[in-house]
């Protein structure tokens, strides 16, 4: 069975250095807008009886993302693909996973309905918001995770006495994983949700004071955790010395605006999402490409991803 | 049964004209976008166990309109409501209903899919490019047609020398019930397709010498397709005095310098989609928010539906 | 995986010629009805594991060879086939594409449906009446088309002069690409639709008089849209010698009757469905189980299908 | 709820007989076959919101009677129909209900996919052939039974010294049933499968010596099943004065020769399939329309159906 | 629509209380064992029609109890009842949210698919421990919360100077809510996962010394995890006075010699599941009977349930 | 494909005996049961791409079994396994395949379903009580026999007198097969069911008088219908001799009691369920091991399994 991979327009150069690590050119393939914005979407080549794999992070713009996607599985179904798996760095939506304040759409179980009426059989993301995703899924999402990546990428610039840092307490779960990769001392902001939007930092649990912080999360969106985090931890007498760690760095709205406001010596992210240019930030993008040309080849092979997925 | 209508962004003055013909207001929901481009939807009002019915013509960007769509329809679903209906007056994508050149997507198709998938149990659209897309549904798409709503208000406009000028030989069929209702004559603009995208028009069939033209379409996107049509009917001895009727003034990209240029007396489109403002252009919109509001009120009270549907 | 064709009563002959053509022999079945009309379907070899095509055009008696198609997938699934295909050469209730005037049925959805509740996974088809069939299924459909067999037979006994005929309008696309691939001038009858079933002819449109008329259609079933077409042609001017050539002979009811009064010099069909004997015609039936076997062969070994696809 | 009563061309003088019951006349529907053998289906009259039953037994033909019940139920449902319910009175291949000697097509499970796929949300049946058959519909197949309007026909038939005859083994909890009811000795004719087809009949169980003789069964098909009970029963000893009772008489092919060759006094069969004519029998038909009419008000007016239903 | 009210054998004392509430009695059925452990269910009285509501926690034994729902749902659904809904007080299975640890089933949404198969439109649970298990439903999971109905319990037996405590970070969120409608101050307790099974306590985030405590959670299954905080918590120089609270008191295997060890002076549980007997503990038993009967008022009615939603 | 054999806690020596037979060990994997019943299941090993078998049959106590093969198979498909296979060798609630009185569940199809839905796709079982069970599943149900192997270990142990003796007309057609097979007279002992659960032997039909018996069944469950066959044999003048043959033995509750109390000189079973232990019965097991290791390598292998199939 023929290993193909195609990329939508939202991470081509990820598509691309996980092509060439597989020894492959990504599939050709035509996306098309129209000037009334519908998408027509041609595949160059022949993917009958292949085994396909689409490249496509649903970052922002999420809905064009995701219909991309859709377009692109519905072009390899009709063409007689054998296989068909959505390799979704960032999965957007993931925090939609449940009716939060009343009368909503959840929006994560809306986005593995859509996969699923494509002809997607599988799905790979990485480092999901919501862990429980995975349940929204009938058949197999593999859920993988780049702590190893980023840890290694960290570990030279670590302070001999900084702490890891969760902004929150929805975070600890993957902070102690940092702690114990790291082998560093844990700290935890304590927030409290006042009402539906508002939040009040109460403190930090922990030991900081005159440490430095690796303040770690899955995502940096608006930057507006990080900063809050950030402030808590210099309230509470850390050191202007900060590193920050994330898997997805989205960095949409003020989230430049904001980090450069703060005494931040390196960022950390994967290239997991397309990286907004000009941002003046010291951002370390790190490659997940290795990890999914590893992950799609032991899929192609079938051979155990286990010592790839994310445990939490 | 409770009677409730929502509108998604796409085209909100259309929702509450026809909820004003209805006796009602127009749902409260709040339609939320995040910094990062998600979408959130959070109805106000309980809909359990109403009649729903979700306004939202798919109209560029058609993605983000698809999705605030699917999206009000999962928060009507796990809100209890007890009927989902979608009206589209304008429906994206209708033009891909098959692979017209190899491995293609089939856009009406997966539309179609997602909106089963977000269950939306049934669909009332109008003058849909494509009739046969009614199959692309297992269950009922109700299609209506502005043709009577279109041609009353022509009426008034018509030379007594005016023939229905079919732009193509697909738009026969549309034009042969425009001149039964109009009681004109017919002409049609010969075009051939030479290569995948390359078009050349041969001539016109019919009489048009010292005539004027009502041109007819069922939509207009770029305006590309009515020029070539005028263009034509004034090579072949039409006089300079056009009138242009669709039922869909999409209207994007180079349509308003397109159409400027060319000798229209007026051009009647419905309110399906939002008009682009200052166009300058002779544009005389016809409301169908009664034909909605009727066909609204018939499903509700499961009237007979025969004299508004499309029949072609 | 082995490849094994079976073929139901509908048209046996071709499905040998097909098989033939694969070095096979068609699969041993029992396709018994019993005196209550009852079907039972048994296969007599093995099927497990093996890649299976089952050759059924659902021509008349339509209900009859659909039910047996339906049966024999059964019978294939049940019996562990790893994949099945149906090869519905000549595609009946085609037409049935929409709701053309009420509350009808959708006949093609119903027998898209009807195929996928038996376990078919993929459709291969020839010259569909309805394009956009193809969107009635969620997964492939295969449109080839007779164009190529059928223009390379006729071309020996094209006349000089003679012009392309579509019958109507809504068979001009098929027509002009017989007059791209014939290199022939195109004419059109013009016929208008007064109500449900009257239809006036309103003229030929192109240069018809003193020319000979190769008349071409997707299917001749009673004949009276080529007997309309020929008179037309004949009121017009043009000259008594008439080709006839469309990808389906079905030949019904009045169809021998009509056709005989013609100056009908050859007849081109394929042998997509059984021919009624004795119908003192100038039948040439053009065999298309060389086209049948080379994208089965090719289906079979996951190579490219694109130049067999029809495009239109 | 409006109620409406359909009919199929396989019954229609049951389902007027029905429809009269209830106070009603039939819907007005137009079931056209083309002369290709293509069926068209338009109702005359709105269904929206109606409960819709469709009376039609599936008796030879069986695939066109299917595929009329098909067709009414996808206009049904796309007119918008609230509920559709087959009332199947005879339920043509129900002894399908596995794969009996290899690899066979199931077309009990067919059938009730292709209903199921359809539309049918539910169905009414009469005596099936195998109880089981339950089992193969997710939803609710109601089972009723004809014995209670049977016996009570038979009744003023009996000879004071008639037993009650199955004709073999697998009719033995039907005849008990009989017996019971009717409050007479029961006899088996014992017959043992040689082959696939051979059948040998080893004797009567039971004392049949000088007794006149109420045959029971299901259905009459070809007739072969009663005469070779009678005959054993003859060569058993007993009197040559027979009774028939079947709940469905198909009678097709040699059934009426072979059955005018016995000495029935009397043959018992409901109209659940229309008769074949001048069989020069002495036919007594028994009518369920009260049956099915009452079985209709009750579940269109959400009533106990437990004392109709069939219990074996 | 009529409304009936079924119960399993998991909580029948529940179920007859909601039923009271709602002016009822709990519709007869049987639910029958038979020596080989096999299960049937038969219903007393007619539900065609009704709008069905079968309450039954899927407490231990879980397999039984949650095949009991299914069968009861599948009886109802044969029976014709018009809705079904399950109301689970107390949800199995709901900790298997995801793989944790490798190649697991997702024991969650399993059930979810069970519960889907079996005919239930939607569910009722309460307080569940997994948020996002709501996504593992296609429609709706009204997720209610009996927090009012505790802390209205619990307030007089408050010390002024107690604190809420949760047991571990994973509570928080749970334990704030309590905070704010209880007015008092928080405290956590920090645990740290060393490997699989191995969780280590790292002390106490708040201000306990010489404070009473409230320890709050979800469910109390074996007992050890309370019994871990509250070590903590004295071991952090709280009080021996504790006050423990929890949605659901499953309390299996060595919960109560576990929790008799312990300065416990009031219990607080709802009866979502039915309690082990000679627990020799301290339990108040706070109904939720009220909240489910007014839920299934509301959904019978079609009434927000917006006010009872758990909102975390 | 790699071939891998799971076993649950059912009947894990004869899954052994099979992997064995197939030249395998079994595959490892945890079963484990929490303190709350709720079980967890986690593969050892990858079994991505392989052809998985879950041998388990759904013997008492059957809620459970059923249980961990829907989560072994959910482990399976979403570690990726190619294709699941369900080998259930006794098959629980096969006798629920209609609802026999009334508003019932029927448990045979909902089995069904719940496999389906936990992604297996195939089905092997063996002895069947209801043959027609096969049309619940959708796809296919391999239904095996052990006759073969229960005549071969029976014959050396038959006196020259013997009969076949089936305990009920049900059960005719299974003896008539054992009587074929072991060239023995067949005897049948008539009962007749009195009402719902009261059921009366009316005596025996065939010469049994000083004749000893072979008593065959497909199953034993509470030795019921046994013990009331042999007690009729004996009173028609059986000899003191009997043999009992059936495909599964359950032999719960009263089973041991009631069979130690006749006249049994052997009792052959198959080990398709474990055997409870110190019953103190003459059993002889004869394993089905060869016949399902011989069925899982021509599935493995795609050949032909018809002379391994079960007909009836």
Chains 1, 2, 3, 4, 5, 6 share one sequence.
């Not at 939508?8 to 996306?31: F, H, M, T, Y």
């Not at 005159?210 to 808590?232: N, P």
């Not at 990286?275 to 951002?283: F, G, M, T």
């Not at 490409?289 to 991803?305: D, F, G, K, V, W």
Request: some cysteine.
């Amino acid at each position: 069975m023929n290993l193909t991979v195609f990329t939508g327009s939202a991470n081509p150069a990820l598509a691309d250095a996980v092509a060439k690590r597989l020894g492959l050119e990504a599939g050709r393939l035509i996306l098309k807008r129209f000037l009334d914005t519908e998408l027509n979407v041609q595949l160059h080549d022949s993917v009958r009886g292949h085994d396909v794999y689409l490249i496509q992070p649903t970052s922002p713009p999420v809905d064009q993302h995701l219909m991309e996607l859709l377009f692109m599985a519905d072009a390899c179904r009709r063409a007689g693909a054998a296989r068909i798996t959505a390799v979704i760095p960032y999965f957007g939506y993931a925090r939609q996973d449940r009716r939060a304040s009343g009368r909503e759409a959840v929006g994560g179980r809306i986005v593995a309905d859509l996969i699923k009426s494509a002809g997607i059989e599988r799905v790979v993301a990485i480092d999901l918001h919501t862990t429980s995703l995975e349940g929204f899924f009938a058949t197999t999402l593999e859920h993988l995770t780049a702590l190893s990546v980023l840890t290694q990428a960290v570990q030279p610039h670590l302070s001999p006495d900084s702490v890891i840092l969760s902004p929150d307490l929805g975070g600890v779960k993957l902070a102690e994983r940092y702690a114990l990769m790291l082998q560093r001392p844990l700290a935890v902001v304590h927030k409290i949700r006042i009402s539906g939007e508002e939040v009040q930092v109460r403190g930090i649990v922990g030991d900081v004071r005159g440490r430095s912080a690796v303040v770690v999360d899955d995502m940096i969106s608006t930057g507006g955790t990080i900063e809050a985090a950030v402030q808590a931890f210099l309230a509470g007498g850390g050191a202007p010395e900060i590193v920050v760690v994330a898997s997805h760095g989205l960095l949409v709205g003020p989230a430049g605006e904001r980090l450069r406001g703060l005494p931040i010596k390196a960022l950390f992210v994967t290239d997991s999402v397309s990286v907004p240019k000009n941002l003046s930030l010291p951002i370390e993008r790190v490659s997940i490409a290795p990890l999914l040309a590893e992950a799609i080849t032991r899929l192609h092979n079938n051979q155990s991803m286990s010592d790839l997925i994310a445990h939490r």
